[in-house]
């Protein structure tokens, strides 16, 4: 009960302040729609708006995974060895260092105006924090561990997958949890950019005919597709996280 | 008996440390130490906090050229116990099988079960690291030292973590278990190594000064006093 008044309270207070600004200043509908004609926009345009709001969810989740995967492998093949963190890390860094928007444009020139860009975009953005902390992770063996695991002769390769991956695993999960919520932008970049369909792509053309409204009800939509993505990886990497956290 | 390297000749040492320069790379070291360990012995190694003792341990480990360690079987207790938490008791009392990729027979797990009766814990083989007490879960690394066999055993200040009652019941235990092995303790307090070391060595910036007797030792204010009082 206090968990979902929690949620709720903001969020009514947030439209609470939006209708009274709406109602006080008497501010135009092309500037700043009533939250009552947004939600009449949702209600009457919903097969035009969940098409949308589809292509874009695909486009997160996907970028997500794929994004997710890459950062873990990337950080597994590199995380043994020092040297090849130092000659890889400057890549890794630039990758992420770059606004998405400026890169863009060539993504849609090598990869078309299609799913692919998007899913690249949005991959882009999820690879460098999975990878961060999934290295942090395997740095994080305290050094008392590896003194005790040493004393055992392991065999490095043994050492790595039975030891420092999944003792890695939380770390690479916190990374995961983070880039859910940095998802949505490459997404809605790439639609921006150039694409034939989702969120961004609606919010450009509402944008584009004064319909201002259509706008807010994409944007509602969309932030509610982020809390959703956000909390179901969230609840997917607690149930994996609690296997491996608690270091003894 | 232990004396500093000078003083007596070598005679079938387990460990040979020869002027070694305790300390990290790029930076002055702690001390320089020689010092020589016979099989069999149990010696308390004594210091301030910062002095270099688990340093001491970690080289030893480790390895140097100033030092000559007449076996691999060395084990090592610390702290944290190291227990993997996603694994069983058992699991991990054969965890140095699993890292070298050996193959576990019957009688290592017989040995393993075995070893988890005489440390006292014969009824949690199969629950997870994390579900048992501090003082349980030393005890399961101490079974894990034990199933290798190992002829040295360095203890750096193993159950500091644990309440005194506690601590006396694991220092129990450990002479009875460790009774015909090689062992160095690290501690800063003489109390852990009651009843069951009986010679000390104290680690200072001018080197390893020692052997002394452990009791004499806890009413000598002068060695106190070495110590920067940090007893």
Redesign the interface.
Known sequence: MSRTLAILAPVTLLIAIWWSVVTFFDIPHFILPAPDRVAGVLFNRLGLISIHATTTALEIICGLLLGSLLGFTVACLIGDSKRLQLITMPALIISQALPVFAIAPILMLWLGYGFASKLAMTTLIVFFPVTASTLSGFRAL????E?????????RA??FF??RL?LAVPYSLAGVRVAASVAPIGAIVGEWVGSSGGLGYLMLHANARGQTDLMFAALVVLCAEALLIWSMTNWLSRRFDQ?????? | MTKAFEEIPPNDPLLSIDKLNLGYQGQPPLATISWMIQRGQKVVLLGKSGSGKSTLLDTIIRGSSAIQCRTLRVAYLSQQPALLPWLSILDNVLLGFKLRGEKILTQHRERARQLLIDVELPYFKSQKAHQLSGGERSRVAIARALIEDADLVLLDEPFAALDRSTKIQMAKLCKQLLANKTVILVTHDPRDAEDWFNEAMVLTPGGLKGPFDIDHFKNDHALIQTLDGDL
Do not use: I, N
């Not at chain 1, 305290?142 to 561990?145: D, E, G, I, L, M």
């Not at chain 1, 003194?147 to 065999?155: K, N």
């Open positions: 305290p050094s008392s561990w003194t005790t695991f040493r004393t055992l002769r392991p065999r043994k050492l039975l030891v999944p296997k491996y956290a608690d270091t003894v």
